[in-house]
């Protein structure tokens, strides 16, 4: 069964800072990986998603990731934070080659960016 | 830009009542989903349908839970009884086909059960 794990489910940054969420994931076969981000009370909205082919992918709001099987990880990253990024991220993977099947979810990051 | 929509938005019950959550996915997606998110814990998987069927469900969609696309536009949860433990933020997704493609998540409905 395919896990992922996030480190740290606090993350502090102040504005205009690095912003580094970490994604690895547990499975034999590298997953299709995706970045939620989810304002408070409000739904989950796709930030970004790695399928095939550059293993660096840019979503949206300045956000970027990059999968690397040896590291199995996926980490997510934006180069300058803004007060606006607060939010829960959530890392999710879905198996390749299964049409329809679920996502599973990390545990989430909270972000909290600071004046 | 196509959404999916959700409602209530909020709902408040009594232990042991039913309560149906509705969802509308979008037009032309063919695989529907529930999650919930239970607060302050991550998103669980509860079910997906696909040509009118479940394809697959998780340990925690026991015989309280049913699953029905009534008509062509809505996709509704049913608890038959519930409990204080479902409680939760349920999530409808809808993705058109394919592993690859995103699933496409409502705003959610905040269920409290008293």
């Known amino acids: 069964a395919q896990s992922v794990t996030q480190l740290g489910s606090h993350v502090s940054v102040s504005e205009g800072a690095l912003v580094l969420l970490r994604c690895n994931y547990s499975s034999s076969v590298p997953p299709y990986l995706f970045w939620y981000v989810q304002y408070p009370n409000q739904g989950l909205q796709l930030l970004l998603k790695?399928?095939?082919?550059?293993?660096l992918v840019k979503g949206i709001n300045g956000f970027e990731a990059e999968f690397k099987k040896s590291e199995t990880s996926f980490h997510l990253t934006k180069p300058s934070a803004h007060m606006s990024d607060a939010a829960e991220y959530f890392c999710?993977?879905?198996?390749?080659?299964?049409?329809?099947?679920?996502?599973?979810f990390g545990e989430g990051t909270q972000l909290t960016v600071n004046p | 830009e196509p959404e999916v929509t959700q409602t209530p938005s909020h709902q408040v019950t009594q232990m042991g009542q039913e309560v149906i959550l509705r969802c509308v996915p979008i037009s032309n997606h063919l695989y529907f989903y529930w999650y919930r998110q239970i607060l302050g814990q991550k998103v669980e998987f509860l079910v997906s349908f696909y040509n009118n069927e479940i394809s697959e469900k998780s340990e925690i969609f026991d015989d309280q839970f049913s699953v029905e696309r009534p008509d062509g536009s809505n996709f509704t949860l049913k608890i038959r009884s519930t409990k204080l433990e479902d409680s939760a933020m349920y999530f409808c997704a809808s993705i058109l086909q394919g592993a690859g493609e995103t699933q496409y998540f409502g705003p959610g409905t905040r269920l409290l059960v008293l």
């Open positions: 999710a993977v879905r198996p390749r080659g299964t049409s329809g099947s679920r996502l599973t």
């Open positions: 790695y399928t095939t082919g550059a293993t």
